[in-house]
């Protein structure tokens, strides 16, 4: 069992939330609006709480399921709240109209996230090759994650297992801008005939 802080209320913190209850984990949603936080809490039961914003997260892995653009600002904000945690970025820095990234090509947003955290904070980026409905789905899926410590990506890569999913490292965080890449990537796919019920993932064990 792992514990589980999650920084947002959207979709994708929903879909997270009841997946990673459903798999045994202990789930504090967190929100600006608090109402909001509370009353995602209640609709995924379980015993999820909502949790004061700016205070101390209290799970070991904190998701950050904020619009990328609050990414930062958000991490900056809580400072000192966030060391020590695994904080598992899952934005995609995409421009108005989702054909390019909005970031400098020599970097990405969770590089980004990691230089405005405490430096005893380890930042993984993970699950933003997938739609929120796709995880909501509960289908065995691949979560491609990069981050440079071992020991929290083998906490993360624990946490995605738990979920039913497969989780997949692709490397230290410099790749987490060609990870970035690929949500743009799948959104190329997903608007020019394939749709959006699709996710990527990797084929093991060679060709059929």
Known sequence: MTSI????????????????????????VIGRDGDKAGALARALGNGATAGTWGATPT????ILAV??????????????ALAGKIVVDITNPFNADATGLAVPHDTSIAQMVADAAPASTHVVKA??????????????????????DAQAKASVSAFITSLGLRPRDAGDLSMAH????????????????????????VNVGGME
Do not use: C, Q
């Not at 799970?59 to 904190?62: P, S, T």
């Open 5 to 28: 802080s999650i920084i947002g209320s959207g979709n994708m913190a929903r879909a997270i939330g009841t997946l990673a209850l459903k798999g045994g984990n202990t789930v504090e």
């Open 59 to 62: 799970g070991d892995i904190v």
């Open 67 to 80: 619009l990328f653009a609050g990414a930062v600002p958000v991490v900056s904000e809580y400072g000192e």
């Open 127 to 148: 699950f933003n090759t997938l739609f929120s409905h796709i995880l909501a789905a509960g289908v065995p899926v691949d979560v491609f994650m990069a981050g440079d």
């Open 178 to 201: 060609w990870l970035e890449g690929a949500g743009l990537l799948e959104m190329g796919l997903a608007r020019t005939g394939l749709g959006f019920n699709l996710s990527l993932g």
